[in-house]
């Protein structure tokens, strides 16, 4: 909510410059971060790009946040919680299907399996 209504975030390297990419929000990005690329956020070194941001954070290439978020979540992301029991079936199922897919599961991993969910 903070990041959402924010005219502009500085981090380091953090995943709130994801979520700050993800509400169209400006980004200074200091540090080494997978987001930091031309085009999508504004890259800083010293006080004086802390200065001009906060001056003038301007503004985000929509179209470049939507492309990078998008094969990041094709790339990157698995489809899940581990925090949710009612979810942790269809998880580890995700997970496994990415493996195979991938060709990195394990040469013992069957080619169906059944994954359940366990209490506790």
């Known amino acids: ?55 003038d954070p301007g503004s985000i290439n929509e179209q470049n946040s939507r492309r990078f978020l998008s094969i990041v979540r094709q790339s990157a992301l698995i489809n899940g919680s581990f925090y949710l029991p009612s979810a942790a079936a269809v998880t580890c199922a995700n997970v496994i299907e990415r493996y195979q897919r991938e060709q990195r599961a394990p040469a013992d991993l069957p080619g169906s399996v059944t994954v359940t969910a366990s209490e506790g």
Not at 34 to 55: H, K, M, N, T
């Open 1 to 55: 909510l903070l990041i959402r209504h924010s005219r502009g975030v500085i981090t380091v390297n953090s995943t709130s410059g994801f979520s700050a990419i993800h509400h169209g929000v400006p980004l200074l990005a200091l540090g080494d971060a997978p987001y930091s690329r031309s085009g999508l956020v504004r890259s800083g070194q010293d006080s004086a790009d802390i200065e001009s941001f906060f001056a």
